[in-house]
């Protein structure tokens, strides 16, 4: 056992199901290796013993006169200055307003961002949908380029910063990508867009869970103005996200939702916003969420950022090293166990003559073993790194609209968190060389309406496990 693996010995106990196991085809019960965190992650046990604790005093919050909600009310704003703590926000100058999730979120600044006839948002190639999609089509979308491995083109960014000075409102791009795990220079280019006259939106929700976030000083030439991450994604899936943001920027405009809650006073010809960040919460808060949130923020500061930075970049490594074993591999984005600094542990890639679908469905039903496979809500920036030629694409899109899936371009993802082991690992190798060497108990067959494969004559059945 490595110095990490002891490392996550200490950590798998705060880890809700990481013991857990799951039937096999064989019909052996084995435990269940989860590599699919860069989907979302198992809760922690000090979140769930928070959950429970305060579920006897839930209440309401805000203008509820009675001790539950006055005792809730206090809760869901110490979240928030949790929140902002552990961001190193500027409380005179920023707020956290809470969605559901990160998606949600970049959708709200999208709607609230107002842009001119001739102003851009500037994103980029490597954007998960939810940091692209709100931009095409709430304002007019340029993108910054990426090179052949995937890693963002800064001379891109400087260029296009450089030639629509004046005219770029915003710059939206990713803290750390979830096909590659490029961790991107977030301040060189926050420092990059406000010397052009820009702001910058950082999508965090890769990078929150493995990495510290600093927002940084309002007059910090590196300020992030707006940070944004996810709940389910730092071991509190309790539907909660959080949008650190200026102040000054939620009190222009009306908020994208309106209802209860975001209200001074209405009458029947008008109605006056209240202040931030109550003005863009409309309807009644996710309290438990925010305290979900809150609390594994606290737990992450007592393991210690440094723990788990290190303990990642040794897992990476060790994968990207034990992976050259296995001939026919494709790894996309870098391959070399030395490049870990800048990196996350997410490691996608694809094995020669096995389409994706198929591995992930044999490495679930044979060795218990979560992995993620597709485009991971990464379409463009996946196709470019595959290679897709626009021929292909044209071919793939017509199939999609018959209702075939069956040869969806993709690859497999597998991503690490705090609590995965070196050993797990191995048992994942040991896997895709089982696979490789045509070690495959069952005998799968593909459903073309989704893509999916099943071992033929054989489905989980998930009675006795959990039932509603």
């Known amino acids: 056992m490595s110095v990490y693996d002891s490392d996550a010995e200490k950590i798998r106990p705060l880890i809700i199901g990481c013991e857990q196991k799951v039937p096999t085809l064989s019909g052996e019960m084995k435990p269940y290796i989860n590599f699919d965190n860069a989907a979302s992650t198992p809760s922690f046990k000090p979140v769930l013993e928070a959950i ?91 993108f910054v380029e990426v090179d052949e491995k995937g890693r963002l083109d800064l001379e891109d960014l400087r260029g296009k910063l450089k030639t629509y000075k004046g005219k770029i409102k915003l710059l939206a791009m990713t803290g750390a990508s979830n096909v590659t795990g490029y961790i991107n220079p977030i301040y060189q280019a926050a420092q990059m867009a406000h010397e052009y006259g820009a702001q910058i939106l950082v999508d965090a929700a890769q990078l929150a869970p493995h990495r510290p976030l600093d927002i940084k000083a309002q007059n910090d030439p590196q300020h992030i103005d707006f940070l944004v991450f996810s709940g389910h994604k730092i071991y509190a899936p309790f539907g909660q996200g959080a949008l650190i943001a200026d102040i000054a920027f939620l009190e222009q405009g009306m908020p994208d939702q309106v209802g209860g809650g975001v209200i001074d006073i209405v009458d029947n010809d008008y109605a006056y916003w209240t202040s931030p960040p109550d003005k863009d919460e409309a309807g009644t808060p996710n309290v438990v969420g925010a305290l979900a949130l809150a609390k594994a923020l606290q737990v992450f500061q007592e393991i210690g950022l440094d723990v788990i930075v290190e303990h990642e970049k040794e897992l990476t490594r060790y994968a990207l090293q034990r992976m050259k074993e296995i001939p026919g591999i494709t790894i996309y984005g870098s391959d070399d166990p030395q490049e870990v600094d800048d990196r996350l542990g997410v490691i996608t890639f694809n094995l020669d003559d096995y389409y994706h679908a198929f ?51 993709g690859a497999i993802r597998m991503s690490f968190g705090i609590y995965n082991t070196r050993q797990e690992i191995d048992q994942f190798i040991q896997a895709l060389k089982d696979i490789k060497n045509k070690k495959i108990a069952g005998l799968y067959r593909q459903n073309k309406a989704t893509g999916e494969f099943h071992p033929e004559n054989y489905r989980f059945s998930f009675k006795g496990y959990f039932e509603l």
Not at 106 to 118: F, H
Not at 377 to 394: D, G, I, M, S
Request: with cysteine; charged share 25%.
């Open 52 to 142: 429970n604790q305060f579920m006897p005093w839930y209440s309401s919050i805000h203008r509820g006169a009675g001790f539950k909600s006055q005792l809730s009310t206090m809760v869901y704003d110490k979240t928030r200055e949790i929140v902002l703590q552990y961001c190193k926000a500027e409380p005179q100058f920023h707020t956290v307003v809470y969605g559901k999730n990160t998606t949600e979120l970049v959708n709200k600044v999208s709607k609230r961002l107002i842009t001119a006839d001739d102003e851009f948002v500037l994103t980029t190639r490597m954007e998960h949908h939810s940091n692209d999609l709100p931009w095409r089509y709430h304002q007019k979308a340029l």
């Open 359 to 409: 591995v992930s469905a044999v490495l679930t039903y044979e060795h218990a073993i979560g992995v993620r496979n597709g485009c991971f809500c990464a379409h463009p920036y996946l196709k470019r790194l595959l290679k897709v030629t626009p021929e292909q694409n044209a071919a793939f899109e017509q199939r999609l609209k018959e209702g075939d899936h069956s040869d969806i371009p």
